[in-house]
């Protein structure tokens, strides 16, 4: 009986290990500095093109981590870029291919209701490997593309970082 309660009690230790292992999850996430480096190459990429533009970089769960607004941009950049990046980080795709999915899929065309979400291109979630770990916005060019062109170019910049 003794050794009964022994293996019990070793079973329900098992048990509970697992179970507090799978509670608490190890994830990568977006730093201030690498934030603050993609900001600022997305307004210099934009501006090498004459576009005066926002950019904001949000983490892994769309809070914002970096922000930086070019001298001449519009008011209306800053809450576009952001609501990009959080579109972007949201769905972990970029916001002109999902609003080309919105326009393609009437179901999808509902996404317009979220909440904080933009469907116009300009944000590209930042990815280590396959995990997203935050995502860049960009507003002020003439045109999402473009937008979307200078946040690339910003990613590709510090790509050495994302491994």
Known sequence: MHALIKISALSLSLIAAAASAQAVRTEKNMSL???NQIASA????CAANGYAVSATVVD????VRAVQRADNAGPHTLAA?????????SAKNTTQAIMEGAQKNPAAANL???PGYLLLGGGVPVKVGNEVIGAVGVGGAPGGHLDEQCA???LDKVKDQLK
Do not use: C, D, N, Y
């Open 60 to 63: 892994r769960a769309g809070g």
């Open 152 to 154: 690339m170019t910003a």
């Open 112 to 114: 317009v209701h979220i």
């Open 81 to 89: 870029s952001q609501q990009k990046a959080f579109t972007s980080a």
């Open 33 to 35: 500095e690498l934030a």
């Open 42 to 45: 997305s307004v210099a990429a």
